[in-house]
């Protein structure tokens, strides 16, 4: 299976105005066999606040909202995303963003 490998193109996480939610955003370079993701969202001490696993995502472009629990606005996260072809990594990227707050 000579397949070019998926890869990250965008990512960004969007607080919303509630700060209990953040939306994903994403895109992929075009690929053949549909991949696998894996969403997580991390506090500022590195403790999973919130995961999401898609399975076979079907499109290259993708918003996700993801529910945090015990948010603190005005606190740092990180948003990871692992695009997987069963249990091989083919590309990461993490974003950090504040969750709102002055």
Do not use: W
């Not at 590195?46 to 996700?64: C, H, I, P, S, Y």
């Not at 997987?84 to 990227?93: A, F, M, S």
């Amino acid at each position: 299976m000579s397949q070019e490998s998926v890869s990250i193109r965008k990512l960004h996480a969007i607080p919303l105005p509630d700060l209990k939610r953040v939306t994903v955003e994403m895109e992929l370079s075009p690929f053949a066999e549909y991949p696998n993701l894996d969403i997580s969202i991390f506090s500022s001490r590195g403790e999973e606040v919130a995961n999401m696993f898609v399975v076979e995502a079907r499109d290259q472009v993708m918003a996700l909202t993801l529910h945090l629990r015990r948010p603190e606005p005005a606190a740092l996260y990180t948003a990871r995303l692992t695009v997987l072809k069963g249990e091989e990594t083919l590309d990461q990227c993490e974003v950090t963003f504040a969750l709102g707050g002055e």
